[in-house]
């Protein structure tokens, strides 16, 4: 679609293309550099929060809800979930993606299916809770809203129903899952008796 749209526009007006790219490549490098700065502060301060220990007091604050919907036992692990979910939930999406990332690698048992848990990671990242959407002020800032945390309630409202949402599924089809699993089990088992 991009090249034939820049074929045709070399056909019909060669001058608008070449205009129009350098103005979007500026636009393109002044965005990245108005939202590196926003990265690099919240990515300042999740290093502080770590290397202060503030980690490990807010892994141990959100222990009670992570022990309900990842069934977690290692504290390592726990803490990059803690760290992923704050990063989450101050609007740094591409921020908590290393975490994230870890966290996946730490759930992993190995089996090439993805354990309840990983899914549970997943959907939470998908629809995360956003107290602060920094990313979000930032773009709106930068294209001139001249009030850009106007989103803040409207937000943090649509995404606690999302992410209620995506956990009641992850929930309702892990239990749909273990019955169908245990069901074909209980019948694998009945013909093995038969046999016999």
Avoid at 134 to 139: A, Y
Avoid at 178 to 193: F, L, V, W
Wanted: aromatic letters at 4%.
């Amino acid at each position: 679609m991009i090249i034939s749209s820049i074929c045709f526009l070399l056909w019909s007006a060669p001058d608008t293309i070449v205009g129009v790219m350098v103005e979007a490549s500026g636009g393109a490098l002044k965005l990245c550099i108005e939202l590196g700065a926003v990265y690099a502060v919240w990515l300042g301060i999740l290093e502080l929060v770590d290397a202060s220990g503030l980690g490990q007091k807010l892994a141990h604050l959100l222990h009670p809800i992570r022990k309900k919907l990842f069934k977690v036992k290692d504290p390592e692990v726990e803490q990059m979930i803690a760290l992923n979910l704050s990063a989450n939930m101050l609007g740094l999406g591409n921020a908590s993606t290393p975490m994230g990332i870890k966290a996946m690698q730490a759930l992993d048992d190995g089996s090439g299916v993805a354990s309840t848990a990983m899914i549970m990671l997943l959907i939470i990242n998908a629809t995360s809770i956003q107290l602060l959407p920094s990313t979000v002020i930032g773009l709106r800032a930068s294209a001139g809203s001249t009030s850009p945390a106007d989103i803040i309630l409207p937000t943090i409202l649509a995404t606690t129903i999302t992410t209620s949402l995506g956990i009641i599924l992850v929930k309702f089809c892990s239990k749909l899952w273990k019955r169908k699993n245990s069901g074909k089990k209980g019948a694998t088992g009945s013909q093995i008796e038969v046999k016999k």
